[in-house]
Structures are given as structure tokens and as C-alpha cells.
């Protein structure tokens, strides 16, 4: 049986674990200290926590001053006001001096559900994109999103780490390698290629047990870090199963699917299909949502045989 675990929790413990062995570590959190469970830091460590309350502007602003002073800094809010809301204090403060700054949000994409439209960030990864000189990682599971802040805290430069609010199915172990930048081959295929992150990572090797069960083998590629991309890894998958369908919890303009284009269309161009949300949702139930706007590995599925039908 799958088990399943929240990004968010395991985040926090990993923070809390770091704390204890970097003293330069530094957290700011903004009025959501509980929900994004940097709380855990905060009690054990309160003078190197800084609770903003909800001022992300100013959050960020501060980050970069601690960054310059040689701290390692990471500030927490959800997705949707750790990116929009700042986003200039981020671009001039933290991408353009490229300050060690990690901005790691929770209740990213539509499964924050109940909050409503407003809550539900999924323009946030076009935003982190387009910034020079960030890291930006989608962590697929509750282990991944662990090794991605540990080699975070390990790394100079600005970091966004993308993590989920429901508990999520865990596909690694917790002895896998993770390694920023480069893809990770989830099932082997020769006739198609599924390319996906975070929460859409699991609907992808769902989606290619299906499809196997009916003769179709597909490849499925965990793509975690959107920025630097493993264009090797795409490219590679192109020239061999020639048909590639991405998957996220994410607006289709800008975020993985975009990047998988252009990397494409640059370098092996091949029949795309994508797997996202085109419009903004509304309140409900996660399960239900994700249902409505069509990320499932149903949808997949279906992706992966027009796809497939392109390239003959």
C-alpha cells in the first residue's frame, strides 16, 4: 500500500534538523508559521526566527539584508503570497544581488481547495522562472522535498522550493538520489515520454501502468528542478521515444510544459502535449478539483495517446 506524507511537515522537520547543525541558518515566517510548520524551528531556535506577520514584502526585503550579512536565509509563506505579493522586493532584493535566500512555500497549486481562488498559487512558477539565477524545485514527494532543502541550505544562491498542503503519495525512499538539476528516470519506455513534477509526478507513473496495460510502454521522467533544467534528459527522451506529454500543477504558459518546449523546439522538435490548468478554480475539495480541471492520470492517459497518434 502507497503511504502518504505532507511536503510541509516534512519541511519543517528538515528545517528544524538543520537548525541544529548551522547555526547560520535563519527563518522568517509570515503570519502562517503554523501551516507552513516553521513553528518547529521557531520554539527551539526563537532568536533566529522572525515572524513579519502578513508584510511578504517586507519579508523578502529583510531575507536579503540577513542574506548580506552571510546568513542562510529561509522564509516561508503559502505559494501564492511568497511569490505575486513580492515578487519585485524578490527580483531587485534577492534575484539581481543573487542573495542566499531559500523562499519555500507551501499550498501551492489548486489542493489548497477550500481557501478558494485566491489562496491557489499556480502562476508562481512562471514568476521564479524568470528569474536569472534561481534555483526553482517542485519536489514530488514528501523525501524529495527533504533532500531538496538539505542541498538548498548547502548551496549559495537564491532558492524557491514549491511544496503541497494535503499529505501526498510517497514514491522514494529516503536513501534515493537526489541531485539538483538533474532528471530522474521513474519507468523505463520507448514509446512515449511522460514528464512531470510535484503532486502530477505520481498521476504520471499512474497514468504509464495504465497505458502499459494496454501495450503502450511509456518513459516518466521526474523533472523537480524546473530551473536549471536537465535539457539533456529531455532532449535524450525526444530523440528516443519521440513524443513527450508534461504534467503539472501549474498554469500551462510558463512553468514546466513551457520549459519542456522551448527546450524542444531549441534543440529536437517532436509532438507535445501538455497536462495543466488553463483558467483558475474555485473552491472545493482537492480530490475534487483536480478532477474538474483535468490533473489526473486519466487526463494523461488521454495526452499520451494523441500524442502518440501526432507522431506516426
Known amino acids: 500500500m502507497t503511504t502518504s506524507a505532507s511536503t510541509r511537515e516534512s519541511y519543517g522537520a528538515a528545517l528544524l534538523e538543520l537548525g541544529r547543525t548551522n547555526s547560520d541558518i535563519v527563518v522568517l515566517g509570515g503570519d502562517l508559521n503554523k501551516s507552513t510548520f516553521i513553528h518547529l524551528f521557531a520554539q527551539e531556535f526563537p532568536d533566529r526566527f522572525f515572524d513579519l506577520g502578513p508584510a511578504e514584502q517586507n519579508m523578502?526585503?529583510?531575507?536579503?539584508?540577513?542574506?548580506?550579512?552571510g546568513k542562510t536565509v529561509f522564509a516561508s509563506t503559502f505559494a501564492v503570497f511568497g511569490s505575486g505579493r513580492p515578487f519585485d522586493q524578490i527580483r531587485i532584493g534577492i534575484s539581481q544581488p543573487h542573495s542566499n535566500v531559500k523562499i519555500v512555500v507551501t499550498h501551492a497549486g489548486i489542493t489548497p481547495g477550500d481557501d478558494g481562488m485566491s489562496a491557489?498559487?499556480?502562476?508562481?512558477?512562471?514568476?521564479?522562472?524568470?528569474?536569472p539565477g534561481f534555483t526553482v524545485i517542485v519536489p514530488a514527494d514528501a523525501p524529495e522535498a527533504v533532500k531538496a532543502v538539505e542541498a538548498?541550505?548547502?548551496?549559495n544562491g537564491p532558492f524557491y522550493i514549491?511544496?503541497?498542503?494535503?499529505?501526498?503519495p510517497v514514491i522514494h525512499d529516503e536513501k534515493f538520489n537526489f541531485k539538483i538539476g538533474v532528471a530522474e528516470s521513474m519507468r523505463e519506455g520507448n514509446q512515449a515520454t511522460i514528464i512531470a513534477c510535484g503532486v502530477m509526478t505520481k498521476l504520471a507513473l499512474d497514468a504509464?501502468?495504465?497505458?502499459?496495460?494496454?501495450?503502450?510502454?511509456?518513459r516518466v521522467l521526474n523533472i523537480s528542478t524546473l530551473q536549471p533544467v536537465d535539457a539533456e534528459a529531455i532532449v535524450t527522451a525526444a530523440k528516443e521515444t519521440g513524443a513527450i506529454v508534461t504534467a503539472e500543477e501549474h498554469l500551462r504558459h510558463g512553468g514546466l510544459g513551457s520549459i519542456v518546449a522551448q527546450t524542444l523546439g531549441e534543440r529536437f522538435?517532436?509532438?507535445?502535449?501538455?497536462v495543466a490548468l488553463t483558467t483558475?478554480?474555485?473552491?472545493?475539495?482537492?480530490?475534487?478539483?483536480?478532477?474538474?480541471?483535468?490533473?489526473?492520470?486519466?487526463?494523461?492517459?488521454?495526452?499520451?495517446?494523441?500524442?502518440?497518434?501526432r507522431k506516426q
Open 269 to 274: 522538435p517532436i509532438p507535445l502535449e501538455s
Open 162 to 168: 514549491r511544496l503541497s498542503r494535503s499529505a501526498t
Open 280 to 309: 483558475y478554480a474555485e473552491s472545493g475539495d482537492p480530490k475534487l478539483l483536480m478532477e474538474k480541471y483535468g490533473l489526473t492520470a486519466d487526463a494523461i492517459v488521454s495526452a499520451v495517446n494523441r500524442v502518440i497518434d
Open 120 to 131: 491557489q498559487g499556480i502562476e508562481d512558477l512562471s514568476l521564479m522562472c524568470a528569474l
Open 152 to 155: 538548498a541550505s548547502k548551496t
Open 208 to 218: 504509464s501502468e495504465v497505458l502499459a496495460d494496454r501495450g503502450i510502454q511509456c
Open 60 to 69: 523578502m526585503s529583510i531575507a536579503a539584508g540577513l542574506a548580506s550579512t
